[in-house]
């Protein structure tokens, strides 16, 4: 009988949702080809690059940004054209761009599901925390997560494990650095809830990675393998019998009988096509260029949402003096997290925030300021010795609304090495975020006078964080969405999408977590239907 | 040695009712089980089960204790354990406590089945009567689970004949329940007992013959297991452990790692985490007290300890590689062929070991100098920690050294054969003896050993076996002609 398909199920991108998806499906026995127009490169030649690139503070910069699958670091790659300069640090390459990242992976709570019915603005969930939690629990265990299963992480329950889990962490919380001691004693007595982040960058050996010891690089690269990325599920999905294909960069998707896909074509470097067959396809190319995707090819888009509503949780930063030596940039790059406005009634008029504490290492920010200011010689040397011992640093996350105004597009006028369209951005920032930021800022003069300490800056303008949603937005109607609750297309029955773009609520929290474990149960969903 | 293997394979062409003598299993008496505190009995065979690991053979990930499946592929082909619980149908439940005591010193079933060296009843032959009594006890209270491991021992020819392991244990099961050696103090006489009986050190420390019996000539040399080098733990100062002190061996033995000597990986690993971890200090000090007794076997030509090499090396190249010439867009970027050891050693061991192999201060990471692995003059170890890691289960912290090869990494960070070969002669020039020549075909073929590295006579004993028959119908021939020739003759 003649082959009628290439394979069950074909999925574009190798990060941390499109690696799951594959994993997942693979070891159900489906035969799988996982597609990434990036290279597939050994952690040691990233760390060399990193090592030889000497710009140190771009965290692309150790990552291969070639011509034909161009990094955010490409010059005229991303335009933007909103006010607000929307620059993730995007990668390709086989993991995908958590190569990169704090790590942090937190859970929803389930107020987060429900903020239209709650507080009248944004969008519910197509589903609930309950119908998610066990996909959570999943995704913790595919990723290794440690986290506490005894705290409170919304805020809103004190002296409760909230939110509800089925299942322990994997792994248990680490020792806190000195820096958080600090934060706890003086925050938690006057109301705060300062919690442990829950993180993949590990102090206990999990799946064949080691402990964490610290290099304080998980933002660049992580030396030596704590820290998950994509990567990890990627090779396990390749074990279990999935095919992956490296430097193809699809291109091309071909609607078939009822509205199904058909096939999907990519291009190698050389420019040379290649189409394949499957009976389910999975979309898994980041939020910025799975949407450019479906545009290019007018699929998916009946609703005319593609690529629209993006959201990222856009934030501030402060930087404050410790009355005493905190030595910031020791060990872990995070670690506690300040949940007190995580969620509350406010909600109806701003947005809720999410506080971090940052432990990197401050020393080029701190000279880089002194020499700005002019010191010179010993006076130099002193700034640079005492406020590196003293330096502590909070940003914090804010939580934005999705605006079908703010959206990302194929840019015809930027082509790559294949003649592919760069991509357009329009991101402005609401009201609702601007005042949500109103209260950090009053909230951050708040920390620090409990820490005893002296403000430095609080930054004036808005950074991104490169957490981007909603531009493949999830939800109950065909209409207004473009997928729903199982992350399938409300236009095509065989294509689904499993990215952090699906997303309709963004809340104040890390979303690859909830990414991830909604890619595991599209998973489960077209191992029941191929 | 040409007679010896003849008479071995004549050994096997005897009729199995001749050499493995049938008997029915006796219903077992609880009763007999009685004599001491029961509690206290229970504990002490818990306590001795460790000793022997009897768990780690006899147990599957993710199934019950002592429910067996677990499959050694050997060159002879694969030896699945059996279910020891107390079971009456699949697992040991029907066995009397002499049965079990014929099982575990003789490697003979109540049905007179043979069990293979697998199971090392050539070590567990020196178990006393009192502490069978103990593990039977013991074994008699663990969670009876009525299931059969779903794969059967499937041996090839000519291992699967029978009556070959009645001639095998003939020559090499010769060990028998232990009696004090006056010539040894109390501790070491323990440490003894336990080092030669339950804790079947000679198991994997003592070199093979032939057949694979354990050459008693060579006792605990050093050997082959699973692809690593389980090295010489005689009282040689320079070959075996002679210059390490007590509480090096018993940390070594409790945790897996003696800072500046050596660490645990494979094989030895497990034994740590599943048995020797569990001993009481006592115990440790006692087989330490030991091994000082076992006579010193040199490697010829040896000079030195492995461990003995002292002076931290500074990384080369550091500086040159710092200066870096890679630009995002290019090649280089991607490209991963280099076979430079120094900027393998930087990118893919220093973030722990170390720029100068110095490792942590608190030696969670091991320093390489004063390095067994890395000082060896057998690179086995320093090749096998490499490419397939290092993972233990301390009584402090969990270890894991992620593995390097491309079949074994777990963080997505992969050297082939031949820069598993220029990193470890990088490392070995830099922080072990200068005895760096490996090349990328001897990598492959230490984490292939297993396969390699048979005895001729195991290699070839399909051959040998028909072409002694031959001999052996010859022979016969022959006689039966001379008989009949001279029963003629007046």
């Known amino acids: 009988m003649a082959k009628e ?71 005229g790659y991303i335009v933007n054209t909103g006010e607000f300069r929307e620059q993730p640090g995007l990668l390709k390459l086989v993991g995908g761009t958590t190569w990169h990242w704090g790590g942090a992976t937190w859970r929803y709570i389930p107020n987060d599901f429900r903020i239209k019915t709650l507080y009248g603005v944004g969008r519910d969930w197509p589903i609930g925390y309950d119908d998610l939690e066990p996909y959570y629990c999943r995704a913790e265990y595919a990723l290794g997560v440690a986290g506490s299963d005894t705290e409170d992480q919304s805020g809103q329950h004190p002296g409760e494990a909230y939110p509800r889990r089925s299942q322990p962490y994997p792994i248990d919380t680490e020792e806190l650095i000195y820096s958080n001691t600090l934060l706890k004693e003086a925050l938690i007595p006057h109301g705060h809830s300062v919690v442990h982040e829950p993180t993949v960058r590990i102090h206990k050996p999990y799946d064949g990675r080691p402990a964490c010891q610290g290099n304080n690089n998980c933002d660049q690269v992580c030396p030596i393998g704590t820290l998950y990325n994509g990567s990890v599920s990627a090779d396990h999905a390749v074990r279990n019998g999935a095919k992956l294909i490296t430097e193809a960069v699809v291109h091309k998707i071909t609607k078939g009988e009822g509205n199904k896909i058909k096939s ?50 856009v934030g501030l930063s402060l930087f404050f003096l410790a009355p005493q030596p905190v030595w910031s940039g020791r060990g872990p790059v995070q670690q506690e997290t300040i949940m007190t406005s995580r969620d509350g009634a406010f909600r109806a008029r701003y947005s809720a925030n999410k506080h971090q504490l940052a432990n990197n290492n401050p020393q080029i920010d701190i000279a880089r300021q002194a020499l700005e200011e002019g010191l010179m010689g010993k006076e130099l040397d002193e700034r640079i010795m005492d406020w590196s011992a003293r330096m502590m640093n909070i940003y914090s996350f804010l939580e934005p609304l999705p605006d079908p105004a703010n959206r990302v597009q194929p840019n015809p006028d930027w082509k790559d090495a294949l003649g592919l369209p760069g991509l357009k951005v329009h991101f402005t920032i609401s009201d609702y975020v601007k005042q949500g930021a109103d209260r950090i800022r009053e909230e951050y003069k708040n920390i620090t006078r409990l820490m005893n300490g002296k403000i430095v800056r609080i930054t004036d303008e808005f950074e991104n964080h490169d957490h981007l949603m909603g531009t493949m937005i999830m939800g109950t109607d065909a209409s207004d969405s473009v997928v729903n609750h199982e992350g399938r297309s409300f236009d095509h029955p065989n294509l689904f999408i499993a990215s952090a773009g699906v997303i309709p609520a963004a809340g104040v929290i890390n979303p690859t977590l909830t990414a991830a474990a909604m890619a595991i149960r599209s998973a489960d969903i077209i191992a029941r239907e191929v | 040695m040409k007679q010896r293997r003849i008479a071995l394979t004549v050994l096997l062409l005897l009729p199995p009712a001749f050499t493995a003598p049938s008997l029915m299993a006796q219903p077992a008496s609880i009763a007999e089980a009685q004599s001491e505190p029961e509690t206290d009995l229970l504990a002490k065979g818990a306590y001795l089960a460790r000793v022997g690991d009897c768990e780690a053979c006899h147990t599957v990930a993710g199934h019950k204790p002592y429910t067996g499946g677990y499959i ?59 502490d069978i009594h103990a593990l039977y006890v013991y074994f008699r209270h663990v969670t009876a689970v009525d299931e059969t491991p ?36 109390e501790q070491q006489n323990r440490g003894k007992y336990l080092a030669k009986g339950l804790a079947h050190c000679s198991t994997c420390h003592t070199p093979r013959t032939q057949i694979l019996g354990e050459n008693m000539n060579q006792y605990l040399a050093g050997t082959y297991v699973q692809n690593w080098h389980a090295p010489n733990i005689t009282s040689d100062p320079i070959s075996g452990l002679g210059r390490w ?12 790692h003696a800072d500046g000597k050596a660490q645990a990986g494979g094989p030895m690993a497990e034994a740590v985490e599943q048995s020797f971890h569990y001993l009481s200090n006592r115990d440790i000090e006692a087989i330490v007290a030991y091994l000082r007794t076992v006579p010193p076997i040199r490697v010829q030509g040896q000079k030195s300890p492995a461990w003995a090499v002292t002076e931290p090396a500074r990384a080369e190249h550091w500086e040159v590689i710092e200066a870096g010439q890679g630009k995002a867009d290019q090649s280089d970027y991607r490209n991963t062929t280099t076979t430079e050891g120094a900027t393998l050693y930087n990118t893919n061991c220093a973030s722990c070991h170390g720029i100068s192999g110095e490792g942590s201060k608190d030696h969670i990471f091991p320093s390489l100098t004063q390095n067994s692995a890395v000082g060896s003059h057998d690179p086995t170890n320093l090749v096998m920690a490499i490419s397939d890691g290092i993972h233990r289960q301390d009584i402090d912290y969990r270890t894991v050294m992620p593995a390097f090869s491309r079949d074994n990494q777990a963080i997505h960070n992969w050297l082939t054969p031949a820069q598993i070969a220029s990193v470890a002669n990088y490392v070995t020039t830099r922080f072990g003896k200068e005895n760096a020549n490996l090349t990328a075909a001897e990598v492959t073929h230490i984490t292939s050993r297993t396969e390699n590295d048979v005895p001729f006579v195991v290699r070839n004993a399909a051959l040998l076996t028909i072409s002694a028959l031959l001999v052996g119908l010859v022979s016969l021939a022959c006689l039966i002609r001379w008989i009949v020739r001279h029963s003629r003759s007046p």
């Not at chain 2, 010193?105 to 006393?128: C, E, F, N, Q, W």
């Not at chain 2, 002190?245 to 897996?256: H, Q, R």
Request: hydrophobic residues 35%; proline residues 7%.
């Open chain 1, 264 to 313: 999907i074509s990519y291009l190698t470097p050389s420019r040379e096509e290649h189409t394949l067959t499957a009976r389910y396809f999975v979309l898994a190319a980041h939020s910025f260029e799975t949407a450019k995707l479906m545009l290019m090819n007018n699929i998916g888009n009946s609703s005319d949402m593609v690529g629209r509503n993006l959201m990222d949780h």
């Open chain 2, 245 to 256: 002190s007590n509480d090096e061996l018993a940390a070594y033995l409790k945790t897996g």
């Open chain 1, 5 to 75: 398909y290439d394979a069950d199920v074909i999925i574009v991108g190798s990060g941390v949702c499109g690696a799951n998806v594959a994993n997942e499906l693979a070891k159900k026995g489906k035969s799988v080809i996982l597609l990434e127009a990036g290279p597939n490169l050994p952690r040691w030649k990233i760390l060399e690059n990193f090592r030889t690139s000497g710009r140190h503070y771009d965290r692309n910069n150790a990552y291969p940004n070639n011509p034909w699958a161009p990094t955010s670091n490409k010059p």
């Open chain 2, 72 to 130: 050694f592929h050997l060159p002879m082909g694969d030896i699945v354990s059996g279910n020891i619980t107390p079971s009456v149908r699949y697992g040991i439940g029907s066995w009397s406590e002499k049965d079990f005591a014929r099982a575990i010193r003789k490697g003979v079933l109540p049905d007179g089945r043979h069990l293979y060296p697998a199971m090392p009843y050539t070590s567990y032959a020196l178990i006393t009567d009192e």
């Open chain 2, 150 to 185: 779903s794969q059967k021992s499937a041996l090839k020819f000519p291992f699967n004949l029978p009556g070959l392991m009645t001639g095998w244990n003939l020559l090499n099961a010769r060990q028998h329940p232990f009696t004090p050696d006056p010539g040894l103090d």
